[in-house]
């Protein structure tokens, strides 16, 4: 899936745009994902996963509705996604491997 998007630098450059937006507001970088993708007009939800016997992460998830991201934050991530692949162009439709 990396490779499809646009390999492993490219993910690292996120990573590391996303680690410095979550030290901004005290959050996890998954925090920070989950506020971006909410934000976006066209999604009404997240399906967000949890590992059996780690309830720390309930906490931790609720932190994604206790900030909003600034223009500049948006801006960061949108700079690093357009390098990227369109997935859904690349790969088709989520489930498409499964019919």
């Not at 976006?40 to 997240?46: A, E, I, M, S």
Request: net charge negative; proline share 1%; glycine share 10%.
């Amino acid at each position: 899936m990396i490779d499809s998007w646009g390999g492993w630098a490219l993910f690292q450059e996120l990573l590391i745009v996303l680690k410095q937006i979550a030290s901004k507001y005290s959050v996890s970088i998954g925090n920070v994902a989950v506020r971006y993708i909410l934000d976006k007009p066209t999604v009404g939800g997240v399906i967000i996963g949890a590992r059996l016997g780690l309830s720390e992460h309930l906490n931790d998830n609720t932190k994604t509705f206790q900030f909003i991201l600034d223009n500049d934050d948006v801006e960061k991530i949108d700079t690093v996604s357009r390098k990227s692949q369109d997935l859904y162009r690349v790969i088709g439709d989520c489930g498409d491997e499964y019919r």
